[in-house]
């Protein structure tokens, strides 16, 4: 089964509401990096956060290792906000690579 | 914001053709990644260096795809022989070291018709 999964999907939401994403995992984790597809590809990456929480700026990611999930929460939503936001996790035994999940496409309206 | 730079960003090639896309890693980055987007927002691994040496890679067994990082020059990823399956966005990433964030380029998107 897959190992990353990303929920939800999709998700609309008007600007200035917040959003909260998840990543669930079923394998031994290394590090956890959350990073912000752009339309057209080029992906910046976010956090990288093997655990614990992170703060920048309106976003803010929280890795809890035992319950093997990690989130992204982004508040006060701007229209530029709108992209795909995708986690991977690089898991014990893996030789480094990243295991992405597929992702939530965020749609911020005016 | 990444300094990864890859070329070219967009490449259109016909089946049998050969296909090669560059990546500048981040200065400094000893470790390079190239990784396969598909239309599905699949990623697939596909091989990592350490400097100029092979790492891990996955199985080409159709040796189709071949990747190198010569020192002082591009690294480079190369399909011999392009198939339609091979349609996909190429990401090249760069990383300080084996646990850490990595910073990805902008991709070259290929299409093979």
């Known amino acids: 089964g897959q190992q990353v999964q990303q929920s939800p999907a999709s998700l609309v939401l008007q600007e200035g509401e917040n959003a909260e994403l998840q990543c669930n995992f079923s394998?031994?984790?290394?590090?956890m990096q959350w990073f912000y597809q752009r339309p057209g590809g080029s992906l910046v990456s976010l956090f990288y956060?093997?655990?614990g929480t992170k703060h920048s700026g309106r976003l803010t990611s929280t890795t809890v290792i035992k319950e093997r999930r990690s989130s992204l929460h982004i508040s006060s939503s701007q229209t530029t906000d709108s992209g795909t936001y995708l986690c991977?996790?690089?898991?014990?035994?893996?030789?480094?690579?990243?295991?992405f999940g597929k992702g939530t496409l965020l749609t911020v309206t005016p | 914001n990444s300094k990864v730079i890859q070329t070219p960003r967009y490449l259109v090639k016909g089946q049998g053709q050969k296909a090669k896309m560059r990546c500048i890693p981040e200065?400094?980055?000893?470790?390079v990644f190239w990784y396969q987007q598909n239309k599905n927002n699949e990623f697939k691994f596909l091989i990592n260096f350490q400097n100029q040496e092979v790492l891990q890679q996955i199985d080409m067994t159709e040796k189709r795809f071949s990747a190198e990082c010569p020192s002082n020059s591009p690294c480079s990823l190369e399909i011999q022989s392009s198939e339609a399956g091979d349609s996909a966005l190429y990401l090249c990433?760069?990383?300080?070291?084996?646990?850490?964030?990595?910073?990805f380029g902008e991709g070259s998107k290929l299409t093979v018709l």
């Open positions: 990433a760069s990383s300080h070291g084996f646990t850490g964030q990595l910073y």
């Open positions: 956060n093997p655990s």
């Open positions: 991977a996790l690089e898991r014990g035994g893996s030789n480094y690579k990243l295991t």
């Open positions: 200065k400094g980055h000893p470790v």
């Open positions: 394998t031994s984790l290394n590090s």
